[in-house]
């Protein structure tokens, strides 16, 4: 295996497996996980890698705190800015708990967003051995500011 991981921000897969399959779905709390858990495999296999880490937002974000009008003009139309109390949210539990039996590691911290988190584990990744390389898989425009010749981003 290569020296390369991948860091997906988990909750645009949550979003995205929400509403390829989960919105419609009868049983959305096992077919949500097992898409995104498919997709971690795909992403795994695409870059020869074993080394992964998906990354969820935290309950109590920062920067809702300091400035609670952090992304209250975007279209709340869109899926990607749905609100804690939103349904997805409640089929989190599951898809970790499929992650963790995969064997998938899963980080989430109360305070930061998925993509912080995405961010500050690609950089320390790369930081352990000038041989590793980070993938992250996101479609947030935010991850682009990591791009360097050791850290590419990835949008399926």
Same mark, same amino acid.
């Given at each position: 295996?290569?020296?390369?991981?991948?860091? &997906?921000?988990?909750?645009?897969?949550?979003?995205?497996? %929400?509403?390829?399959?989960?919105?419609?779905?009868?049983?959305?709390?096992?077919?949500? &996980?097992?898409?995104?858990?498919?997709?971690?495999?795909? $992403? @795994?296999?695409?870059?020869?890698?074993?080394? !992964?880490?998906? !990354?969820?937002?935290?309950?109590?974000?920062?920067?809702?705190?300091? %400035?609670?009008? %952090?992304?209250?003009?975007?279209?709340?139309?869109?899926?990607?800015?749905?609100?804690?109390?939103?349904?997805? $949210?409640?089929?989190?539990?599951?898809?970790?708990? !499929? @992650?963790?039996?995969?064997?998938?590691?899963?980080?989430?911290?109360?305070? $930061?967003?998925?993509?912080? @988190?995405?961010?500050?584990?690609?950089?320390?990744?790369?930081? @352990?051995? &000038?041989?590793?390389?980070?993938?992250?898989?996101?479609?947030?425009?935010?991850?682009?500011?990591?791009?360097?010749?050791?850290?590419?981003?990835?949008?399926?």
């Amino acid at each position: 295996m290569s020296n390369t991981a991948i860091f &997906p921000d988990g909750n645009w897969l949550l979003h995205r497996a %929400y509403h390829a399959v989960g919105k419609t779905s009868n049983l959305p709390h096992i077919k949500v &996980p097992l898409l995104i858990a498919d997709w971690i495999f795909s $992403y @795994l296999i695409k870059w020869n890698s074993s080394n !992964c880490s998906v !990354c969820f937002d935290g309950e109590n974000v920062f920067r809702y705190v300091i %400035y609670p009008e %952090y992304k209250a003009k975007r279209n709340k139309n869109r899926s990607e800015y749905e609100t804690s109390s939103d349904p997805i $949210y409640d089929l989190l539990p599951s898809v970790v708990e !499929c @992650l963790n039996l995969c064997g998938v590691h899963v980080q989430q911290d109360s305070e $930061y967003e998925a993509d912080d @988190l995405v961010s500050s584990a690609s950089k320390k990744w790369i930081a @352990l051995n &000038p041989n590793n390389k980070s993938i992250i898989v996101a479609k947030d425009k935010d991850s682009l500011q990591n791009v360097s010749e050791r850290i590419i981003c990835f949008t399926p």
